[in-house]
């Protein structure tokens, strides 16, 4: 059998976006969707599951795309109704269906329902705690289904909006947006990142008391780093192992790649390494973001 042309395959219309949003209580379900709404979708929130499907068979005419919010408050919510509809939706060949799972830790979450003093939904007259343990363990098994998981323990509103614009963004053309960040070990790995590079290896300006208050954006520390002859090597590998699969990436449909560089205060060497990396990548990708994530804010000059 012959493959269909690439002028037949066109002439079927594009499917309609649908992301369907879900997560923990306070982890930022209402950012998202006001950033999907910020990106071209329209968003609706607090939807009962029976109307999901209604909604989705309404023709708006452009068939802009549609962010729905769906969570433990919604009524008639269970995890096997959300996932009968999600499946319903996956199958519908109009419709382009995804669920995105918006994540954070639990020491987070209760701080930030400290600091605002608000209820649990979950736990209306019980301690916050409770609430963010049983709402855990109801939504786990959404995780296995999601088509993305965005944890935004570590997050601002900022990152998060980012991180949405990367994998949602509304473009006739699919592009690649590669996103660098640098990090501290110490403070944890950024669970967003999809690969991840140690260059603790490298000498250390932290032991030296001339380099120690400046960072990988000073000229001093960056020459201090060039002179490491493992700089070179890893460096060469590290786009070596790059450049071909940037391509793969895009001809796969993958819309956002995040690369995280760590070392141990992220202030020094992993700065350094990830601004070269995003001016590498710019010359080649074009669209690349950075991110200095443990980097005090005005520090380097």
């Not at 708006?60 to 996932?83: C, K, V």
């Not at 736990?123 to 088509?147: F, K, N, Q, Y």
Request: contains cysteine; glycine residues 8%; neutral net charge.
């Amino acid at each position: 059998m012959s493959e269909p042309s690439s002028s037949a395959a066109s002439s079927h219309p594009p499917r309609r976006r649908v992301v369907l949003v879900t997560g923990k209580s306070g982890a930022g379900m209402s950012t998202a969707l006001k950033a999907l709404e910020d990106l071209g979708h329209e968003a609706v929130d607090n939807l009962p599951l029976a109307l999901v499907g209604p909604l989705l068979d309404q023709s708006t005419g452009t068939d802009r795309p549609i962010a729905i919010g769906i969570d433990s408050r919604t009524r008639d919510f269970t995890i096997d109704t959300l996932l009968a509809r999600l499946q319903e939706a996956r199958e519908r060949s109009d419709l382009d269906a995804r669920l995105l799972y918006i994540d954070c830790d639990f020491e987070i979450l209760l701080r930030r329902y400290t600091e605002t003093r608000r209820r649990h939904p979950l736990a209306v007259d019980r301690p916050v705690a409770d609430g963010i343990r049983a709402e855990t363990t109801l939504l786990r098994p959404l995780m296995d289904h999601a088509d993305l998981v965005i944890d935004t323990s570590l997050l601002t509103i900022h990152d998060l909006r980012r991180v949405l614009a990367g994998h949602f963004a509304l473009e006739s053309q699919p592009q690649l947006s590669v996103f660098v960040m640098s990090f501290s070990y110490r403070r944890g790995l950024p669970r967003e990142a999809d690969m991840v590079f140690d260059v603790r290896f490298l000498a250390n300006p932290h032991w030296d008391p001339d380099l120690r208050p400046l960072t990988g954006l000073d000229a001093s520390v960056q020459r201090a780093i060039e002179s490491d002859d493992g700089l070179h090597s890893f460096f060469a590998a590290l786009t070596g192992l790059l450049e071909p699969l940037l391509p793969r990436y895009t001809q796969e449909g993958k819309s956002y790649l995040t690369i995280a560089i760590g070392c141990s205060g992220g202030k020094h060497r992993s700065v350094f390494v990830a601004e070269r990396l995003a001016a590498w990548l710019r010359d080649r990708q074009g669209r690349v973001g950075l991110l200095h994530r443990d980097l005090p804010q005005g520090a380097g000059g």
